[in-house]
């Protein structure tokens, strides 16, 4: 059971090239999310699924785009990276059946942009 | 909407001593309460969370946190720090809905001085 798994752990881009944070999880959750860590500002939600087909902006959406095509899998993509978006990136999940369950985080791809 | 507040941003402790990291919280509605703490260079794990019945809970390393509804607060406690305490900690809040999303704390850095 490997938890929640995400792809790759470093990355350093140039400013507009795009690419795909990947995140897949094996315990069968229906939420999952992608949040950026950037320091003094802790956590913040970028888009939301709660679902196979379903997805949601969350509080930072402008710059990223998600798909859900699975269960299992949630990407992030940058469309056309900018600066801004240098920042450490953590994808959870959780099982909202049961309220209030723990949300599972990946060990975060830190993603720089020149 | 929900919002977290911790009201420190770092916190300098000697070994063995204690500490308290505060957190405050807003909303509407009635709420889950999380404390995640992150060590270095990892992602967020869940250290304890409140959903209901006694206003105190305990996690298996000693941290404690007692939920004040009056206060609207969240804080976490422990008698006795150890150098391996060194982290950081997040306080989070999800509203009690079905696929509630949650909401992180800016963080607390605990330093545990030898």
């Known amino acids: 059971n490997a938890g929640v798994t995400q792809t790759p752990k470093f990355q350093v881009l140039k400013t507009g090239q795009s690419m795909t944070l990947q995140c897949a999880q094996d315990?069968?959750?229906?939420?999952m999310s992608w949040y950026r860590q950037d320091p003094g500002m802790g956590l913040r939600l970028i888009h939301y699924?709660?679902?196979?087909?379903?997805?949601d902006q969350g509080e930072v959406p402008n710059g990223y785009n998600v798909s859900r095509s699975t269960t299992e899998d949630f990407p992030l993509r940058l469309l056309s990276a900018a600066p801004s978006q240098t920042s450490v990136y953590f994808c959870?999940?959780?099982?909202?059946?049961?309220?209030?369950?723990?949300?599972?985080f990946g060990q975060g791809t830190r993603l720089t942009v020149v | 909407a929900q919002s977290v507040t911790q009201l420190d941003s770092q916190v300098p402790v000697f070994e063995e001593a204690p500490v308290e990291l505060r957190c405050n919280y807003s909303?509407?509605?009635?709420?889950?309460l999380f404390w995640y703490v992150q060590y270095p260079n990892q992602g967020l794990q869940l250290l304890l969370k409140?959903?209901?019945?006694?206003?105190l809970v305990e996690s298996i390393n000693g941290f404690e946190a007692e939920f004040n509804k009056s206060q609207t607060s969240f804080h976490l406690r422990k008698p006795s720090v150890h150098i391996s305490d060194t982290a950081e900690y997040f306080c989070?809040?999800?509203?009690?809905?079905?696929?509630?999303?949650?909401?992180f704390g800016i963080g607390t850095k605990l330093q545990v001085i030898p």
């Open positions: 315990m069968n959750h229906e939420y």
């Open positions: 409140y959903l209901s019945g006694s206003t």
């Open positions: 959870a999940s959780r099982e909202p059946r049961d309220r209030g369950t723990e949300a599972f």
């Open positions: 909303s509407s509605v009635s709420v889950y």
């Open positions: 699924s709660v679902g196979a087909g379903i997805t």
């Open positions: 989070a809040v999800s509203e009690n809905l079905r696929y509630q999303k949650v909401t």
